[in-house]
């Protein structure tokens, strides 16, 4: 009984790991520019997991990145990869030599709708500091500046919140174009079956490592 219930829980572990790692999303990425608050962050990162972000970029150069592990992500930390930067240069032509678009969140005249964005291209998307929201600098380097349009009275959101609108228009983007192998239509039984975006090597590399934790 005891041995039958550990290969049905280890067999469906690893059918998970290998269903989440078919939709993992190298080419969309997030940029946490000075967030303090680890339940912003922890929320945040929870979205990234959500969605099939692969890797996060920590770009901390004010605040210390915050501890996370018993915040609100439930564990969804450990299922992403994580790159540290000391400064919006290095972090950005790190991005930029990797082939990324650069989409930073803002309200300003400049700036375009989220909807109007395309979220298929390789895109790494900058969410500012709780209080002083992102940088000049970010403003100045990146590639383009988007707003979440909004029909209240109130002008903005909860940095948390808005990762997580950013993260699911982007997701919704991507499965019309059948960039994740595997999804289903909720509340229906449809599902389109189509190439993983990690390649063979890194699907089973990954799922080696994913194994272990």
Known sequence: MGNDSFNFKSAERSEKIDRALANRQPTLTVVLENIHDPHNVSAILRSCDAVGVLTVHLLYYIE??????????????????????????????????????????????????????????????VLGNEHRGISDEVV???????????MGMAESLNVSVASAVCLFEALRQRAAKGMYSELSTVGMNERSSNTPQLSPEALRSKTLEWQLK
């Open 140 to 150: 100045r380097l990146a590639d383009e500046l988007v707003y979440i349009p909004m």
């Open 64 to 125: 210390s990145f915050p501890k996370v592990d018993n915040g609100p992500s439930r564990g969804a930390h450990k299922w992403l990869e994580y790159e540290r930067h000391r400064s919006v240069q290095e972090c950005f032509d790190k991005l930029h030599g990797e082939g990324y678009s650069i989409i930073a969140t803002r309200l300003d005249q400049t700036a375009r709708s989220l909807f109007a964005c395309d979220f298929t291209k390789p895109t790494a998307i």
